[in-house]
């Protein structure tokens, strides 16, 4: 087989544990055809080949993104942004500057906000004093709370409060109206429905199907929106990614796109298993693993909420919250239903993934998947816990024991990115720093890792990531938490296509797999690790095919 692209002069990390280094490789209908020194794989080329001289920079696989939001932050990156805004007027500016541009929004929608980026609680006066005559709302950074205006609660249906399953709150006032605060996506979803962007949000609010069915000229419509994430997402090195949320409509888009030639990443979606739902929904885990099974669409397992995030006090938690006593919230599956669930979705040969923040959460999962072992033995599951942001010292060595994946977001350590140490360490309490965010604890016990940004919740750049994990900061009273820049780079590439069962297709540069391979601007070994975030990347490759190619660069 001949080669249609050669990489060449660069500094390779195949993460092959049997051939860690490179200097070139060889590429043709979409897979790997050589890999090793410059002149022996420069001498592979024919006429048509395309020859690449990456100027003694990176080469390493495409990044794998192990948690992320594809249909979600496609969408939102046409909302206002807040990240970075604080305070009141520079909150209203940004909010009338985008009325202006979008005088025919239905939904003033903004992303980014955080849970004091005002002086005192947020309500909906507050953002009747902005924008009174408009729908307009906020979701904060982590994707669990919204607030919205008087206008946006009145449309939705939702004013003078609602019926919402356990765990999903619209927050009442003493004067028996909404507040404006709207705690997890059952209860802020009639207020995202007013964008139009309802049937996208159903993956994870509802873990249902769109009804009556979306036509041809709406699913057009949301094809451009995942089309607009996945283009995004090139830009930043990533060849496959871990869609944590949905259900067939959305396979059914990504297919579409895969049918237009547009799927340019490899993509795995979940079925959403939801508390209401009984043992009998996995049969539609079944069938959309059945329908979606090739090396760029796939499902394969179950997504499952065990709490919510700590700022907003829904994280279930083994001890109480700080100033709340008796108070540690409830997992939105009891133990025996989430051992019995477990159990059932394993012994149909489903991986499962469960978000679980706080320690009560990661336990109750823990013992989930422990019962699951002891119903079926145990086998090549790969069941995940993701994020893992608290955790009883005695569960740390149960997760590599039962080869349990730490799936972990190394942007969500407070101060590490974006995210600023408080109000977060308040809610988590002085005595608990130490036994929060773990990292390098967790892979010195022996619990696989697989990294991952959680976009649209932060940055979806797999370089500030990686940044973050480098640098992040020692908490008072804690160990360190920082890993070395080879395990950074495996749980983003390798580390993650393992977690997902897709090892045998993509994650290491050996000759056979696929062609998914990111170049970077520079050497980031020789980086220091404070200016990895500076790095750029170059060129994306995946199946063979550039997906992004920056300008001037890699010609």
């Given at each position: 087989?001949?080669?249609?692209?050669?990489?060449?002069?660069?500094?390779?990390?195949t993460?092959?544990?049997?051939?860690?280094?490179?200097?070139?490789?060889?590429?043709?209908?979409?897979?790997?055809?050589?890999?090793?020194?410059?002149?022996?794989?420069?001498?592979?080329?024919?006429?048509?080949?395309?020859?690449?001289?990456?100027?003694?920079?990176?080469?390493?696989?495409?990044?794998?993104?192990s948690?992320?939001?594809?249909?979600?932050?496609?969408?939102?990156?046409?909302?206002?942004?807040?990240?970075?805004?604080?305070?009141?007027?520079?909150?209203?500016?940004?909010?009338?500057?985008f009325?202006?541009?979008?005088?025919?929004?239905?939904?003033?929608?903004?992303?980014?906000?955080?849970?004091?980026?005002?002086?005192?609680?947020?309500?909906?006066h507050?953002?009747?004093?902005?924008?009174?005559?408009?729908?307009?709302?906020?979701?904060?950074?982590?994707?669990?709370?919204?607030w919205a205006?008087?206008?946006?609660?009145?449309?939705?249906?939702?004013?003078?409060?609602?019926?919402?399953?356990?765990?999903?709150?619209?927050?009442?006032?003493?004067?028996?109206?909404?507040?404006?605060?709207?705690?997890?996506?059952?209860?802020?979803?009639?207020?995202?429905?007013?964008?139009?962007?309802?049937?996208?949000?159903?993956?994870?609010?509802?873990?249902?199907?769109?009804?009556?069915?979306?036509?041809?000229?709406?699913?057009?419509?949301?094809?451009?929106?995942?089309a607009?994430?996945?283009?995004?997402?090139?830009?930043?090195?990533?060849?496959?990614?871990?869609?944590?949320?949905?259900?067939?409509?959305?396979?059914?888009?990504?297919?579409?796109?895969?049918?237009?030639?547009?799927?340019?990443?490899?993509?795995?979606?979940?079925?959403?298993?939801?508390?209401?739902?009984?043992?009998?929904?996995?049969?539609?885990?079944?069938?959309?693993?059945?329908d979606?099974?090739?090396?760029?669409?796939?499902?394969?397992f179950?997504?499952?909420?065990?709490?919510?995030?700590?700022?907003?006090?829904?994280?279930?938690?083994?001890?109480?919250?700080?100033?709340?006593?008796?108070?540690?919230?409830?997992?939105?599956?009891?133990?025996?239903?989430?051992?019995?669930?477990?159990?059932?979705?394993?012994?149909?040969?489903?991986?499962?993934?469960?978000?679980?923040?706080?320690?009560?959460?990661?336990?109750?999962?823990?013992?989930?998947?422990?019962?699951?072992?002891?119903?079926?033995?145990?086998?090549?599951?790969?069941?995940?816990?993701?994020?893992?942001?608290?955790?009883?010292?005695?569960?740390?060595?149960?997760?590599?024991?039962?080869?349990?994946?730490?799936?972990?977001?190394?942007?969500?350590?407070?101060?590490?990115?974006?995210?600023?140490?408080?109000?977060?360490?308040?809610?988590?309490?002085?005595?608990?720093?130490?036994?929060?965010?773990?990292?390098?604890?967790?892979?010195?016990?022996?619990?696989?890792?697989?990294?991952?940004?959680?976009?649209?919740?932060?940055?979806?750049?797999?370089l500030?990531?990686?940044?973050?994990?480098l640098?992040r900061?020692?908490?008072?009273?804690?160990?360190?938490?920082?890993?070395?820049?080879?395990?950074?780079?495996?749980?983003?590439?390798?580390?993650?296509?393992?977690?997902?069962?897709?090892?045998?297709?993509?994650?290491?540069?050996?000759?056979?797999?696929a062609?998914?391979?990111?170049?970077?601007?520079?050497?980031?070994?020789?980086?220091?690790?404070?200016?990895?975030?500076?790095?750029?990347?170059?060129?994306?490759?995946?199946?063979?095919?550039?997906?992004?190619?920056?300008?001037?660069?890699?010609?």
């Amino acid at each position: 087989m001949t080669p249609e692209m050669i990489l060449t002069n660069a500094r390779i990390l195949t993460m092959n544990p049997a051939d860690h280094h490179a200097e070139a490789i060889a590429i043709g209908q979409g897979r790997i055809l050589a890999i090793g020194h410059r002149r022996e794989i420069e001498d592979l080329a024919v006429p048509g080949t395309e020859v690449v001289d990456c100027g003694g920079a990176t080469v390493l696989p495409g990044f794998f993104e192990s948690h992320l939001h594809l249909v979600l932050g496609g969408a939102e990156l046409a909302h206002l942004q807040l990240t970075h805004v604080d305070g009141a007027e520079p909150l209203a500016r940004a909010f009338r500057d985008f009325a202006a541009r979008h005088p025919d929004h239905p939904l003033l929608m903004a992303q980014g906000g955080h849970y004091t980026m005002l002086d005192h609680p947020m309500t909906r006066h507050d953002l009747d004093a902005i924008i009174a005559d408009r729908p307009i709302a906020i979701g904060a950074h982590d994707h669990h709370t919204v607030w919205a205006n008087t206008a946006a609660l009145k449309a939705a249906g939702i004013l003078e409060g609602a019926a919402m399953p356990h765990g999903h709150e619209v927050v009442m006032g003493a004067d028996g109206l909404a507040t404006g605060e709207l705690r997890e996506f059952e209860a802020f979803a009639p207020v995202i429905a007013l964008g139009g962007e309802a049937r996208l949000n159903l993956g994870i609010a509802t873990g249902e199907e769109p009804s009556p069915w979306p036509d041809a000229a709406a699913q057009a419509i949301d094809r451009a929106k995942v089309a607009n994430g996945l283009a995004h997402a090139a830009r930043h090195g990533i060849t496959s990614m871990v869609n944590m949320d949905g259900n067939r409509y959305t396979l059914d888009l990504l297919r579409g796109l895969q049918a237009e030639g547009g799927l340019i990443a490899r993509v795995r979606v979940p079925f959403h298993f939801k508390p209401h739902m009984d043992l009998s929904a996995l049969d539609r885990a079944e069938t959309m693993t059945r329908d979606f099974d090739d090396d760029w669409l796939s499902s394969g397992f179950v997504k499952m909420f065990m709490d919510g995030v700590i700022d907003s006090g829904t994280a279930f938690r083994l001890d109480d919250y700080p100033g709340r006593p008796g108070y540690h919230s409830e997992p939105l599956f009891p133990g025996p239903r989430f051992n019995e669930i477990a159990a059932e979705a394993d012994r149909r040969g489903l991986q499962i993934a469960v978000h679980a923040i706080g320690d009560g959460a990661v336990r109750t999962t823990i013992d989930g998947y422990e019962a699951a072992q002891r119903a079926n033995g145990r086998r090549d599951s790969r069941h995940r816990i993701e994020h893992i942001e608290m955790i009883d010292r005695a569960d740390i060595p149960r997760l590599g024991a039962l080869g349990i994946t730490a799936s972990l977001q190394p942007p969500h350590a407070p101060g590490a990115m974006d995210f600023a140490m408080f109000p977060t360490f308040d809610a988590i309490g002085r005595n608990r720093w130490a036994d929060a965010y773990l990292c390098r604890t967790l892979a010195e016990a022996g619990a696989p890792l697989a990294f991952a940004s959680d976009w649209p919740v932060t940055d979806i750049s797999v370089l500030r990531g990686i940044q973050a994990a480098l640098t992040r900061p020692v908490y008072e009273g804690a160990e360190d938490q920082r890993v070395p820049l080879m395990q950074v780079l495996h749980a983003y590439t390798a580390g993650g296509a393992w977690a997902a069962h897709r090892d045998q297709v993509t994650g290491m540069l050996r000759p056979g797999l696929a062609a998914d391979i990111v170049v970077l601007s520079g050497d980031i070994e020789a980086t220091p690790p404070e200016a990895v975030a500076d790095l750029t990347v170059a060129l994306t490759i995946c199946g063979g095919r550039v997906t992004y190619r920056k300008g001037g660069q890699c010609s």
